[in-house]
C-alpha cells in the first residue's frame, strides 16, 4: 500500500536558522512528488513537482531535492512569512482507477519567530 | 494564471437544507478535484472529473453529489448533511489527471453544518 510519513510534525525555528523537513514515501512507482504551503483556513499553494531521483528544484529560500525513497524541503535563512504547514503528496504509478490521485502526508507545520 | 476560485468563502446550513459549492477555473484544465480537509489533517479526495466525466468517487455518501456542467465549472450539491460534514471543502484542477501533472487549489469554502 502506499505510504506517505512526515516529519517533523512541527518545528519552531528561530528567523535565520536554517533547517530541513523530511517526506519518505512507499509507492510501487513514482508518476510525481508535490510540495505545497498552506496557511491556517486557506488551500495549499503549489511549490514544486519532482519526478526522479537526484531531481532539485529552489524557489527563494525553499530548495526540494528527491531520492528514491525520499524527499527533502530544505529552508534556509528563513523569515516568519515562512510559517505555515508544509505538505507533501505523491502521485502513484498505479492502476487506471489511482488515475489523478494524490497521497498526502500528515504535514509539517513550521513556526518562524523573529 | 494559476487561479482557482470557489464561493462561497463560508457556508452555514441546516442538516435539512440544500445548497451547492460552485469552483471555476481558466486554465485550460482538463481534470478537477473536490477535497474535504478537517482541522489538523491533510486534504482527502472525494471526486475527480476527467474531460468533464467523474473518473474518481472515493465512496463518497450520496448527500454529495458533483456536477461538472462544463470544462471550467466544477459544483457539489450538498443535502441532508450532518453536523461531521463540517470542514474546509476544497476544489483543485490540473491540466490532466496523468504524467504527475501538479493540482493548483481553491482558497475553500468553510462549511459548517448545524
Known amino acids: 500500500e502506499d505510504q506517505v510519513t512526515q516529519s517533523p510534525e512541527a518545528l519552531r525555528l528561530q528567523e535565520g536558522e536554517s533547517s530541513s523537513l523530511n517526506c519518505s514515501y512507499t509507492?510501487?512507482?513514482?508518476?510525481?512528488l508535490f510540495w505545497y504551503r498552506q496557511d491556517p483556513g486557506k488551500g495549499p499553494e503549489f511549490l514544486f513537482t519532482l519526478y526522479s531521483a537526484g531531481e532539485e528544484k529552489e524557489k527563494e529560500r525553499l530548495k526540494a531535492t528527491l531520492t528514491k525513497k525520499e524527499s527533502f524541503l530544505h529552508i534556509t535563512a528563513p523569515k516568519p512569512e515562512d510559517s505555515a504547514t508544509y505538505l507533501c503528496a505523491v502521485q502513484a504509478t498505479g492502476t487506471t482507477d489511482s488515475w489523478g490521485k494524490l497521497q498526502f502526508g500528515a504535514g509539517t507545520q513550521v513556526v518562524v519567530t523573529p | 494564471d494559476t487561479e482557482v476560485t470557489q464561493t462561497p468563502k463560508h457556508l452555514v446550513m441546516g442538516m435539512t437544507n440544500k445548497k451547492s459549492l460552485k469552483c471555476e477555473q481558466h486554465m485550460g484544465h482538463r481534470a478537477m478535484y473536490w477535497y474535504k480537509q478537517k482541522a489538523k489533517k491533510p486534504p482527502e479526495l472525494m471526486f475527480v472529473y476527467s474531460y468533464e466525466k467523474l473518473s474518481i468517487n472515493e465512496s463518497v455518501p450520496s448527500r454529495f453529489s458533483p456536477e461538472c456542467p462544463n470544462s471550467s465549472l466544477l459544483n457539489l450539491h450538498l443535502h441532508a448533511l450532518q453536523p461531521e460534514d463540517s470542514a474546509l471543502y476544497l476544489c483543485a484542477s490540473s491540466q490532466d489527471g496523468r504524467q504527475g501533472s501538479e493540482q493548483y487549489f481553491g482558497p475553500g469554502t468553510r462549511l459548517t453544518v448545524t
Open positions: 509507492v510501487s512507482g513514482l508518476r510525481g
